[in-house]
């Protein structure tokens, strides 16, 4: 059904990244019951809800879908009602410098960006192991894509540190919690939790930012100074 215009609730929004007034633009109810047992009366019911929702604040649009299940109720045993949104709720917004326009020949960081997307997903999902594993997926990529595959990935990142692209105060959090977080994900059962997810995007963030973009806006810097017209000290002459 068709809702009017004035019918509102309070949900997250993805764009204005709190909870916002929603216009409900439509909704419908969808009841189900099934009967178990029809001589003792034996039966079961849940009913899903789908609401598509436009923010009041920046008009993006997202389907809720609410439901619960008799069988699933909480200690006071009133049943559980979940709220997924599609697209799911993000908590953690994009780095602004994913909106500087690239240079044709920096290919790679626009193969980076979708893996980087799909590690969001993941973390907007609750799916933190996943992320994790993303994180860590990501990290090689780019490890590989500055020095090469050294066919071992100890000797990629050794190689990497080497090249200077990790300050040595820097090399043991990388090397322990960025590479080890996701190997422990994958082989140890490892379960991060939500901000154990962001510290590792925090720390993948800054060094793709640090490797690809900040010299683009270093370089920006740079060609707006005007030249240095101070005379050059004459070199000395050695002493005799
Ligand atoms: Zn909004």
Known sequence: MTKSPQDTRSAPCNQCLRDT?????????????EILDEEFGHSIDGGNTYTLLECAGCNQVRLLHTHWFSEDSDDRGHPCIYRDYYPPTVTRQKPLWRRTLLPFHMVVVNELNPLFDEIYSAHAAGAFALATMGIRAL??????????????????????????????????HFR?????????AMHRSFRPAREDVETLLDLVEGLVDAIYYQPLRASAVGQKLPPDTRPKPSPRTPPQ
């Open 139 to 172: 990290t090689e990529k780019i490890m590989v894509e500055q020095v090469g595959d050294k066919g071992t990935f100890a000797k990629t990142i050794e190689a990497f540190f080497a090249k200077g692209f990790i300050a040595p105060i820097q090399q043991e």
């Open 176 to 184: 322990s919690v960025l590479v080890e977080a996701g190997h422990a």
């Open 21 to 33: 007034n929603h216009l409900i633009k439509w909704e419908e109810h969808k009841p189900w019951k």
